[in-house]
C-alpha cells in the first residue's frame, strides 16, 4: 500500500521561507517521479515542482521559477520542496504526488496534504 506523508507546512510571513517533506512508503522510491501540487478553496489543484526517480531532470510552474527548489533523498525515501520568498498568493494545500512519469500531470498517488498560510 503506498503511502505519501506531507510535513513542514505552517504560517509564515511573506517572504519567509518554508521547507516541505514528503515521506514514500510501499512503493520502489527511486522508480516514481514525484510531484508537488497545490490548491486553494474553489479552484482546481495546480502543478507545482516535479523531480525524476534519479532527480536528474526538474520541472516548475512558472509562478515559483526561481523562488521553489524540488530535491528528493532515494536513500530516505523522501522528496523536499524548499519554498523562499513567499507570498500571499502561495497560500495553499500543497499536495505529495507519486508517478510513474515525471511531467506536470499527477499520478495516481496523494498525499493528506499540508496547509502553507503566507501572511501579508
Known amino acids: 500500500q503506498v503511502q505519501l506523508v506531507e510535513s513542514g507546512g505552517g504560517l509564515v510571513q511573506a517572504g519567509g521561507s518554508l521547507r516541505l517533506s514528503c515521506a514514500a512508503s510501499g512503493l520502489t522510491f527511486s522508480n516514481y517521479a514525484m510531484g508537488w501540487f497545490r490548491q486553494v478553496p474553489g479552484k482546481e489543484r495546480e502543478f507545482v515542482a516535479a523531480i525524476s526517480g534519479r532527480g536528474g531532470s526538474t520541472y516548475y510552474a512558472d509562478s515559483v521559477k526561481g523562488r521553489f527548489t524540488i530535491s528528493r533523498d532515494n536513500a530516505k525515501n523522501t522528496v523536499y520542496l524548499q519554498m523562499n520568498s513567499l507570498k500571499p498568493e502561495d497560500t495553499a494545500v500543497y499536495y505529495c504526488?507519486?508517478?510513474?512519469?515525471?511531467?506536470?500531470?499527477?499520478?495516481?498517488?496523494w498525499g493528506q496534504g499540508t496547509q502553507v498560510t503566507v501572511s501579508s
Open positions: 504526488n507519486a508517478n510513474t512519469r515525471v511531467g506536470v500531470r499527477p499520478g495516481d498517488y
